[in-house]
Structure formats: C-alpha cells, structure tokens
C-alpha cells in the first residue's frame, strides 16, 4: 500500500526524518518495502512569470518570452499558443532535468539562444487529473501563485514535494489498510499523538424517509452490517487539489468530487464506499442479497459480467446494481447530471468477495480490502468521515438520519490480565506500567478493577494473552530482548519406524536405477472417469481450489505416474524406471481424512518379473519374508491376466502388473507399462519386529534340483506354500529359477524348475537324511496334479 507522508503528517506529529521513520516502523512489525520522493527525476524546475512575448523574427510559429525566475531574466524560445504577458509557468533552467530524463540544454533557434524551456504537464509527469484547470497541449499556466513564489522548487510551489512510501501489509492486519491506522501505528513507535480526521457533519431537516423505506440484507451470513446515507443537492465538480493530489500520491485517479471522497475515506479509514445515483434506483428499497443463477450486470469498467448464485449483489427492486464488494454497476453510476445520491458503507462477507473477484477476474482497492475481513465498526466511521468531507468540499446537503441494518452486531471484546504470562512468553521483564502505557498508545485500555484489556472494534487479530504479548514486545522492541545462553542436556529424538522404513525404501530404489518424482497433492475430478474402482464422493474436496484440474485431493498415485511416463515417452525416453512415494487421501467419518502413505512404481522397457524381483529384493531388504503373489485380485486399472495382489499373513500389501491397456490409451502412452503400488502402513504391520544373529554355517549343504510339471492354472506359490508347509530346521532355502513351456511339455502343463538347499546345524547330511521330507513333499504336491518331469 502506498501512502503520502504529508498525508499521515497531518494526522500524526513524525519527530524523526523519513530513514529513521522506516526503520523503526520495519521494526515493530509494519513493514516498510521502500520510499521514493515523487517526481524525483524533475531537477532545477522553477517558478517563473512571463514579462515580455514578442514573435520570433525569422519564425512567426516561435515566441520569445522574457521570464523573471527571481534571480535572473531568461530568455525562452516557446511555440506554444497559450502563453500570455503574466503567466507563471514552470520553467526549466539550463541543466534541469524532466520527468522523461530529458536534460536541458542553451539551444540557438536561427539566430535567437533560449536560456530553457517553459514546460508542459507531461513533461513535469503530471496530468488534467490532478490539475484539470491545466491545458493538456499547451504551457502548464499555473494558478494560485505571486511573485513571492518566483525562483521556487516547481514541486515545492505545487505541493506536491512529497515522499510515498510503500507499506507491505500483512492480511491479519487490515486496520493498517489505511492511512489512519498507519498514524496509529506510528503513533505508538514515536509516542506522539493521533489526529483522528473530522467526523462533525450539519445535516438538513429533510429526511431519508422521504426517500428510501428500507435496506434489506437476506442473509447475515453474505453482509454483517449495511448503512445508506443520502447526499441531496449534489453539484458534481472536481475535487480540491489538496483531495486529488493525495488521490493521486496512492495510485488513484480523480474522477469528480463524489466518487474522490469514496476513494478518499476508503484510503484513510479503510473502509470501501460507493455512491450510486440515486434517481437510477428502481423503487424505494434496497436489498443485499445473492445473485441469481446467470443474473447479468453491466461494471463500472463497462463490461457485462454473468453472476452465480454464490455472487452477492446490491440490488433494487428489478435488477442488480453492484457486484458487493468488487465494483458497481454503470446503471446507477455518478455522472455530471447527479442531484441525489445514495452513500453505501457495508461489511461483507470477505471470503464470498474474494471467490467473487477471483471468478470475474476483477481485483479492485475495494475487494482487497474486504478480503481481509474488515470489523462493522469501519462502517459507521467511514460514513461520519465521507459526509464531513462532502460538506467541507461543498459537494452536497446530508440528509437527516440513516438506514443502519446491523444483523450481527459486533460484540466487545475483552482478555484477561496475566503480566506473569507477558513476562514468561517474551523472556523479559518489563514494569507493568510500561506495559498498560504501550497497549494504551495502541488504544488497548486497560479496566484495573475488571483486571482486564479492552481490545478495540478495529483490532480483529487480538484476542488472548499471546496476542497481547506480541503487541507489547513489538513496540517495546525486540532489539531489547536480552541474549541468553541455554543450558540443557541434550535429547535425542531419532526417527520413528515408519521414517526409517521410507528412508530405506528410497535409498534401495534409488540404487536399484529408479528416479524419485513428486507431484502434486490436489487433481482433477476428471481422471476418476478414466480410473476404475473409485468414488468421486469419496474425495476430499478443496474448498478454495486453484482451478476445476486442481479441486480435489488426491486419492491414488497412478495418474502422477501414467502422466509422468507419458512426459518422458513424449521425449524419446524410452527406458524408465521412477517411483513416488506420498500420500493419497480419502473422506472419512472424522473431521479429518484417511491418509494413507504409499509407494508406486512406474516401468516402461521392463517386463512384469522384472518389477516383481525387485519388490521382492525390497521385501527381503525390509526383512518381511512371508509374501505372496496372487493373480486372484480385483484391481480394474490392471491388466486382468498380467497383474497381481501381493499380500503377506492375510494383509493385503499392495499390486502389480501391467497398467490395462484402455488406460494407457487414455493418457496417450503407446508402450506397455508396469505398475506397482505398496502401502507403507501395511508392510509396518508384517514386518519382522526383531532381528537374529545367525553363525555362519560349519557344514556343507545339499543342493537338489526338482523339476515339476504343474497344470496351467496352478501357480508357482502353491509349490512354494508346500515347501513352507514341510519345511524343517535342514530345509534352509528353495527357490524358482527357471519356466518353460514347449514341446516337451504336454499340451495344459508347464514346467517349474526350482532348487531347494539343505543344511544341518548338527551334521554333514547325507542322501538318507533328505529323502523323508523330500517324500512328504512331493506327496503333498500330487494332490494339485503336480508332478516330476520324467
């Protein structure tokens, strides 16, 4: 926010230069991006008075002028046509500087030498906005000015010898959205005093009734407080140059004198106003209520707007009239034929204004203000400010009385005293009485017999003890907090399980070849119509989202993977191994949803076994031995016969396969993909809890090949369940090491080659010590119609 410092000195006495006044401000918490002076750039501009005009001998289009700039007579060759014999005008010396950068210099116009230039509005940087009696192609004659004036700084004569300094205002703070709760602030730094503006106001006999019955708010929920005050006898001019100079200082551009003191008090008190003719209004009510579904509404800025439902608007009795809190309506809009005019001060909802100006792609001075979720107090006092400037400037007659609707009255709020807690939060002892007299320049009184700080209507962020102690030690000074050294014994924290176990997980895929990727949180509703096995309701929705791509909550990683596989494909990559590990999220029956941590591995240019050996190196890493591999599974993002769920002790710990082909159509990938998802909680729960030392072995083992021919449908684990089944303290490891099916093999068969090692703790085993459990287990193995091959 930028501010003019003439502005906030007329409202708070500044006993410091403007460095020193930046510093302290930044200090305390208001803080400070930076200052310039305006018009900087203009140097060595002076007033001056044209004594003598006489035309150019060789050149009837060029004047030449005598100017008295106090020390010294110039001579100055001008073309322009509306200079005359006692003008004051601005003159630039020779090695004055202009607003563009442009540098002066002595110029000879054949035969005649101009000692400067008499200077335009553009060339000064200034506009008609801000001296509209100035003209726009010509001199810029100045008014107000005597001899007294001449020799003169230009910026000095103007007034306009000002410093702007911008404030960087944080959204919890919206009472310093304005030049009076800056003053306030500085107040409080420099211990100096605050000038509140005027509030005293005549009104006329006549009467709002005469004019309005009644301001209606539907909803207390869209607007806490709205007040009409009407101005009669309008007579629309511009503003007083002091009014459109510090107008002009904070960004804004005058347009007549009503609209200027809406700008005007919404910058010093910080409350948004807005006039509206009010001959243009429909009927003798006013309504604040929502718009109705695809309502249209002509702005200010001249564009026609279509309104939701969720939208709130300021409405006559036949259409809308303003979009509440963003900009009004062009209908009912203050021009030059003005005689009566409706004055608005309300409260609205600030979340409801920012979706509003968000969807109309429409941010003003006036929704960023309501935003921050102004207090109704604001209201009343920007209302009793507007209709004191209105008769100061003689804009019009206020008429008695007002329509004040209040349906959520803002209540007093008050803290208890604790300046033990003061004392233990900041680390610093400071006198109670300096405490009370801080808070006091802030306007937080304190009731000695309540034991109890009285925090003001305007001060929204205060509400306890803590807040209290930041407003003390702020302007206190956090330069004044002592430097201490701790001493303590050192704790240890250390990482739980579940920390350990992702960091292992990330470092064996990382030296495996996997490239880790992150991705975004929040996704669109729209991949659920490509997904299987999901509900949209089921998703946490987001209540103030980016955009419809960005609206809900993730609940899977498989969407991240198919976009990045089809990110690196696109790019002629066509071997990729990446993994994520992250949250997915679901609705539950609590206030907060289910969160899940999963990790999914995404492969194109590897095969489904190859993915499988290394989840299976992973399990074996993270000592979980007891995993299986079943195709038996409902996953519809799979491939139906490619793919399979992996559980361990009845836990269902994740899938794998290749991703279904329609899928992969979907998101515009051509290969062949595999994809694996485990969950982290559920490999917590199989995990091997402790971990057995194991001598290296005294005695050789046996080592027996078995080559099996096993149904079609039988798969490799029932083999393998059967070893576990009969396995004993020799039995010490078996595994699968090759598959084959062909012309050997008969037609519904194919062949499992596995090898089992056998080792005794005790002994050198021998032939007769294999052959019982051998038996048993091809025994049991014959019941699945498995055999040896012959």
């Given at each position: 926010?930028k501010v003019?410092?003439?502005w906030?000195?007329s409202?708070?006495d500044i006993n ?5 006044l ?15 002076r305006r018009?900087?750039f ?7 008075k044209v004594?003598?005009?006489s035309?150019h001998?060789e050149?009837?289009n060029?004047s ?6 106090k020390?010294e007579i110039l001579?100055i060759?001008?073309?322009a046509k509306n200079?005359?014999?006692g003008a004051?005008v ?11 950068g ?9 035969g005649?030498?101009s000692?400067?230039?008499l200077?335009s509005?553009d060339e ?5 906005a ?7 192609n010509?001199i810029f004659i100045l ?19 000002d410093?702007i300094?911008d404030?960087?205002?944080t959204s ?7 030049v ?8 409080a730094v420099?211990?100096?005093n605050l000038?509140f503006?005027n ?8 009467r709002?009734?005469?004019y309005l ?6 909803d207390?929920n ?6 009409g ?7 629309i001019?511009?503003?007083?140059q002091?009014?459109r100079?510090?107008l002009?200082a904070?960004?804004?551009?005058p347009?007549?004198?009503i609209?200027?003191?809406?700008n ?9 106003l807005h006039?509206?003719d009010?001959n ?5 009510n006013?309504?604040v209520?929502l718009a109705?579904?695809g309502e249209?509404?002509i702005?200010l800025d001249?564009?026609k707007r279509?309104?939701r439902?969720v939208?709130?608007?300021?409405a006559?009795e ?8 963003v900009?009004?309506?062009?209908e009912t809009?203050v ?6 005019v409706?004055?608005?001060?309300a ?9 509003t100006?968000?969807y109309?792609?429409?941010r003003t ?12 107090y604001f ?6 400010r507007?209709?004191?400037l209105?008769e ?6 206020v008429?008695r009385g007002?329509?004040d609707t209040?349906?959520?009255v803002q209540?007093?709020v ?13 680390g ?5 009485d300096?405490?009370?007299e801080i ?5 937080i009184s ?11 209507p305007?001060?929204?962020d205060?509400?306890d003890?803590?807040?209290?102690s930041?407003?003390?030690?702020r ?5 004044k907090i002592p ?16 920390q350990?176990m992702?960091?292992?997980i990330r470092?064996?895929?990382a ?6 990727i992150?991705?975004y949180?929040?996704?669109s ?5 490509i ?20 609206s809900?909550?993730?609940m ?11 990110l690196?494909?696109s790019?002629n990559?066509?071997?990729i191994?990446?993994f ?10 609590n206030k ?9 591995l995404g492969n ?9 050996g ?7 890493m ?7 591999f079943?195709s038996?599974h409902?996953?519809l993002n799979?491939h ?5 769920k992996i ?5 269902l710990?994740?899938?794998i396969?290749e991703?279904?082909?329609d899928?992969l ?7 062949r993909?595999i994809?694996a998802?485990?969950?982290i909680?559920?490999?917590?729960e199989v ?8 001598p290296?072995p ?5 080592e027996r ?5 096993v149904p ?5 684990r029932v083999?393998e369940?059967v070893?576990?089944k ?7 490891d078996f595994y699968l ?6 012309q ?5 068969f194919?062949?499992y080659a596995?090898?089992?090692?056998f080792r ?10 294999i052959?019982p ?5 091809l025994?049991?193995?014959k ?5 040896l091959?012959e």
């Open positions: 926010m003019s410092l003439e906030l000195k409202l708070v410091c230069g403007v460095d020193k930046v510093e302290k401000l930044t200090m305390t918490g208001t803080k400070v991006e930076g200052y310039e018009l900087y203009v140097k060595n501009v002076v007033v001056g004594l003598e005009i035309l001998p050149n009837p060029l030449i002028c005598k100017v008295d700039v020390d001579t060759i001008t073309a200079v005359y014999r004051f601005p003159v630039a010396k020779v090695g004055a500087t202009l607003a563009n442009k540098v002066i210099n002595k110029l000879e116009f054949k005649v030498v000692e400067g230039m200077c509005l000064l940087g200034l506009t008609s801000e001296f509209p009696y100035a003209d726009e010509g008014e107000g000015m005597d001899d007294g004036k001449l020799g003169t700084d230009i910026k000095e004569a103007l007034g306009i010898d410093i300094i404030f960087e205002i919890n703070r919206p009472d310093c959205l304005s009076v709760g800056l003053a306030r602030e500085i107040a420099l211990k100096t000038k503006p509030l005293v106001y005549k009104e006329s006999e006549d709002i009734e005469n019955d009644k301001i209606e708010i539907q207390k869209i607007c806490r407080r709205y007040i005050k009407v101005i009669k006898n309008v007579k001019e511009p503003s007083p002091w009014l100079k510090r002009i904070c960004g804004i551009r347009i007549n004198n609209v200027d003191v809406t005007y008090v919404m910058l010093e008190i910080g409350q948004p006039a509206f009010l243009k209004i429909h009927g003798r006013v309504f209520r109705n579904d249209e509404i702005t001249g564009v279509t309104l439902p939208d709130i608007v300021i006559d036949d259409r809308a009239i303003a979009v509440a809190g900009m009004g309506g062009l809009e021009d030059e034929n003005t005689k009566t409706l004055l608005e001060a409260t609205f909802n600030p979340a409801m204004v920012r979706r100006s968000r109309l792609g429409l001075e006036a929704s960023n203000r309501f935003e921050k979720g102004l207090s109704p209201a009343e006092i920007a209302m009793q507007a209709c004191a209105i100061e400037i003689g804009a019009g007659e008429v007002s329509i209040y349906l959520d209540q007093q008050t803290v208890k005293a604790d300046f033990s807690y003061i004392e233990k939060l900041l610093v002892s400071i006198p109670q300096e405490i009370i808070l006091d320049r802030l306007e304190y009731d000695r017999e309540k034991e109890v700080f009285i925090i003001p305007f001060r929204v205060v509400t003890m803590a807040d209290i930041e407003e003390v030690i302007i206190y000074g956090y330069d430097s201490r050294v701790y001493m303590g014994n050192a704790v240890s924290s250390g990482l739980t399980k579940k350990k992702v960091n292992e470092s064996f895929l030296n495996s070849g996997y490239y880790e992150y991705s949180s929040f996704e509703p729209k991949v659920y119509e997904l299987k096995g999901y509900r949209l309701d089921d998703a946490v929705k987001i209540l103030n989202p980016l955009g419809e791509d960005f809900i909550m993730r899977q990683l498989l969407s991240s993977i198919l976009k990045t596989l089809y690196n494909l790019r990559i066509k071997d191994k990446i994520e590990l992250a949250t997915v999220f679901k609705k539950s029956n907060l949803p289910d969160e899940r941590l999963v990790l999914a194109v240019g590897q095969d489904f076994y190859f993915v499988k290394i989840l299976e190196n992973l399990f074996d993270l000592r979980i031995k007891d995993i299986d079943s038996d409902t996953n799979l139906p016969t490619r793919s399979a559980v361990s002790k009845d836990t710990v994740g899938y396969g991703i279904h082909p899928i159509s979907s998101f515009d990938i051509q290969a993909a994809y998802e485990v969950y909680d559920a490999l917590l995990e091997k809890k402790e971990k057995k030392y194991v290296l005294k005695y050789p083992a046996i090949d078995y080559a099996f021919l079609d449908e039988i798969e490799s083999i369940g070893f576990k009969y396995a004993s303290e020799i039995l010490e090491f090759d598959v084959y099916k062909g050997q093999i008969k037609e519904g194919k062949s596995y090898k089992a090692v005794s703790k005790e002994k050198t085993l021998s032939d007769d010590d052959l459990l051998q038996e048993k287990i025994n049991e193995l019941n699945y119609n498995i055999g091959r």
